[in-house]
């Protein structure tokens, strides 16, 4: 039997700290973002996935697109600035195979408004507790964010998926 798509997703690198990609790290990671979201963009539908195109002024982010800094980064509750997440960074090759396999039972999706209005949807790979979060901004598709989720955030989403059904 063929292994599939979502059975093959692993970490890009075994090395990559909390201090930040190397310049080969961030090449091959900026690499997968520009294939992903630029070349060959996801589609949902007949809709266009975007990102957030403004550039970053994060320190190791720079110049390149807020939306590829959000994938890398997470917010802290304290500081509210962002703080680079190599377990997030390390899984950026998997947000197109589980957007695309959302007809997988293994992909749970589910729908939620974001407390500004806007629907989000959620492509949460729950076997491997990733999600992809993409919102409806007008009549527009933006990838916002995609993480390994939590063991303290698992029930919320569990929640939110049966709400959702």
């Not at 939306?67 to 980064?73: L, Q, V």
Request: hydrophobic fraction near 35%.
């Amino acid at each position: 039997m063929e292994e599939h798509e979502l059975d093959l997703l692993e970490d890009l690198f075994e090395d990559l700290t909390i201090d930040g990609p190397d310049n080969n790290q961030m090449h091959t990671l900026f690499g997968v973002f520009k294939q992903d979201m630029i070349k060959a963009p996801i589609f949902i539908g007949k809709q266009q996935v975007g990102f957030d195109k403004k550039k970053s002024v994060h320190p190791l982010f720079k110049g390149k697109p807020v939306g590829f800094e959000h994938i890398c980064t997470r917010e802290s509750k304290h500081s509210r600035l962002r703080n680079f997440d190599p377990e997030r960074t390390n899984k950026i090759h998997w947000i197109k195979p589980v957007i695309f396999n959302q007809e997988d039972n293994r992909v749970k999706y589910f729908e939620r408004l974001h407390f500004n209005g806007q629907n989000q949807r959620y492509f949460w790979f729950q076997a491997k507790s990733y999600v992809v979060i993409v919102r409806e901004i007008t009549s527009n598709l933006q990838l916002v964010t995609a993480f390994k989720v939590d063991k303290s955030e698992e029930n919320r989403f569990k929640i939110w998926y049966e709400d959702y059904k």
